[in-house]
């Protein structure tokens, strides 16, 4: 049975040697697990006995297509009325406890491992159930709508229910478990994991147009950011713009996986012309 990392919370006492391992440049950022501490939580309108962690945000100089948030329920908590803007798709991934989350009137059980996708204009809810808190990601974006496209349907499933599949040429070592078709045009965004056995490498500087956000969920790597190599562990944050090369090396003796997110299949937005 696997586990996902969860935020520490809590607070580091006194004693703790600062060992200054989080970045924020104009190429990437790097949110160490031990930033996520109960004074770096923030709380939403329309919620219940919860806070979350907020990751990444549409601003200038980070994030430009997306916000993630880690979200922790307490007992009884939730929301009638999560989210605010109709044009935001959403996928979540719980990574402890278990909650209930209710789509279009139908509810769906989701325990750790747990994955939703849930399109724009649907209504849904969110509840704590089971015996303890619930922990879950909620990854935001504003649906890119297409003439003659269809909206994604919405879905649920589990990380052990969907085949992990083998990258060219690699013997198995690294592995992507891909919860929507990539062919399919609906979505514009993909919030995959990634999985590396001991040893295994991306073995090329990706440099690419997507848009990155990657959390560690298990194991430990070194992963090149532009032109750094990090120790990254679980809980780890990396968000990565367009064309920050990267690369990773698995370390470790067991599983180095990360839940992916990652913009597709539209056209860059261009700066506007008037016309004359």
């Known amino acids: 049975m696997r586990t996902y990392a969860l935020p520490p919370g809590g607070l580091s006492p006194q004693t703790t040697k600062l060992d200054e391992r989080a970045h924020f440049t104009e190429a990437y ?20 006995d919860m806070r979350m962690w907020i990751i990444a945000r549409p601003l200038s100089g980070f994030a430009e297509t997306f916000s993630h948030y880690i979200v922790e329920l307490a007992k009884g908590g939730g929301s ?10 959403a996928v979540l991934f719980v990574v402890g406890g278990e909650v209930t989350l209710t789509l279009a009137g139908k509810d769906h059980k ?3 491992g747990g994955y939703a996708y849930i399109p724009p ?8 159930s089971g015996d303890g808190p619930a922990t ?10 297409v003439d003659g496209i269809e909206t994604p349907e919405a879905f649920v499933t589990h990380d052990d229910d969907v085949p992990a599949v ?24 993909h919030v995959n994991i990634v999985s590396f056995k001991d040893g295994g490498v991306i073995p090329f500087m990706e440099t690419h147009v997507m848009e990155h956000g990657l959390y560690v969920l298990e194991g430990s790597a070194e992963y090149r950011l532009n032109q750094q190599w ?5 809980g780890d944050y990396m968000w990565l713009r367009a064309f920050c090369p990267q690369a990773c090396r ?24 008037p016309r004359r």
């Open 29 to 48: 950022a790097y949110i160490p697990a031990d930033t996520m501490r109960d004074i770096t939580t923030s709380y939403l309108p329309h919620w219940t």
């Open 80 to 89: 009638d009325k999560p989210e605010p803007d109709l044009g935001a798709q």
């Open 110 to 112: 989701l325990a750790a």
């Open 121 to 128: 204009a649907m209504d849904w809810t969110i509840a704590q």
């Open 136 to 145: 879950f990601h909620w990854i935001r974006k504003a649906y890119h709508y």
């Open 166 to 189: 083998e990258m060219p040429d690699c013997e198995g070592v690294w592995c992507t478990t891909r919860f929507v078709d990539p062919s399919d045009l609906r979505h514009d965004m």
């Open 230 to 234: 990090v120790s990254v562990g679980p």
């Open 250 to 273: 698995a370390t470790g003796k067991g599983d180095f996986r990360y839940l992916l997110y990652k913009d597709v299949n539209r056209h860059p937005a261009l700066p506007f012309t």
